[in-house]
């Protein structure tokens, strides 16, 4: 090659390397923000990513996201969601973290927004309706704090024999006050002893069980939290030690080994959660797509367990279960 033509050549190559950067830089950026942390939730940011796949988004070729995981540190979210805002995404993303989403309003009332939650965004002040939500927020609630009563009701069918039912419930977490308002509005019908163990750390679940294994006789119902599903290896693990029936309220736990759940797939939200942001990314405004509701709720049942705990459930119990794992 003469010297000439070198030259050439690469004074036209030269244009397409910033040319490559800014092509790089175009790619609209999603902001993931999420109380817990990226291990016990690498199943659900799949679902996410295969609903965003669903619009048409590939993450690395046509769209970036920046994760922001709390770590279990609820006091974090303000300052993560700040970060995102001043990153200047085009997106907010926060699935499976109602405290996540109140943090993530806070830092703005512009961005976009995408929510998966327990609690009643509408009573949390996010949106002004189910149908018209307005403003710059929308996404999936799950109705948590309604199936409280009907966990409570599936529990004691479950375990009849026991003198104690206590709930499990983070203070700290938005969706804490729906669940207690719910659970005192069940008792007529699920019997008075309800009784409420807080904990909002990892040392404070430990010191729940073992002040609830200081009486024996009891039954467990875990409520919804990114923390307890963060820190479902510790809860399951104690529920074992100390032979506890317990009803979850997602199936992964019953997958790893817990006893029984009831609830939404919690995968199939997260992949809606993913379709909620392509569609907002493709130009539609958060104001004009309605809340989303789950219309099947799944009954699992891990019969293994219940023979470790010497229960036998009922037929009427197991003819209610979509799925009985053997």
């Known amino acids: 090659m003469r010297r000439r033509d070198f030259i050439t050549l690469i004074g036209s190559a030269t244009p397409a390397w910033p040319l490559a950067a800014r092509t790089q830089q175009r790619l609209p950026v999603i902001g993931f923000l999420h109380s817990g942390s990226p291990e016990p939730n690498a199943k659900r940011v799949a679902a996410f990513r295969k609903g965003l796949g669903e619009t048409g988004y590939v993450e690395g070729q046509n769209v970036a996201i920046e994760f922001r995981w709390a770590n279990d540190q609820d006091d974090r979210l303000a300052e993560l969601a700040a970060d995102l805002v001043h990153s200047r995404v085009a997106v907010i993303a926060t699935p499976g973290s109602t405290q996540a989403a109140v943090a993530a309003k806070a830092a703005t009332a512009t961005i976009p927004i995408v929510f ?164 907002i990314l493709k130009g539609e405004k958060p104001a004009d797509l309605p809340i989303m509701q789950p219309t099947k709720f799944e009954l699992v049942i891990n019969l293994n367990t219940a023979r470790a705990l010497d229960i036998e459930p009922s037929s009427t119990l197991l003819a209610l279960a979509d799925e009985v794992i053997e």
């Open 116 to 279: 998966y939650m327990g609690a009643d965004p509408v009573a949390l002040g996010l949106v002004a309706s189910l149908s018209r939500p307005g403003g710059n927020v929308t996404g999936i609630s799950n109705q948590d704090a309604e199936l409280m009563a009907k966990r409570l009701a599936l529990l004691r069918e479950l375990a009849p024999q026991a003198v104690r039912r206590v709930v499990l419930v983070n203070r700290t977490s938005p969706l804490s006050e729906a669940v207690i308002k719910n659970l005192q509005a069940s008792v007529a019908t699920v019997g008075p002893q309800v009784e409420i163990l807080n904990a909002s750390t990892g040392r404070e679940i430990d010191a729940a069980f073992a002040n609830l294994s200081q009486k024996p006789g009891g039954a467990l119902l875990v409520s919804p939290d990114a923390l307890f599903f963060n820190r479902r290896a510790q809860i399951l693990t104690l529920a074992a030690r100390h032979a506890l029936p317990t009803i979850y309220y997602d199936r992964e736990f019953v997958d790893a080994g817990g006893l029984m759940s009831y609830g939404a797939d919690r995968v199939i939200t997260f992949q809606q959660a993913g379709i909620y942001t392509g569609r």
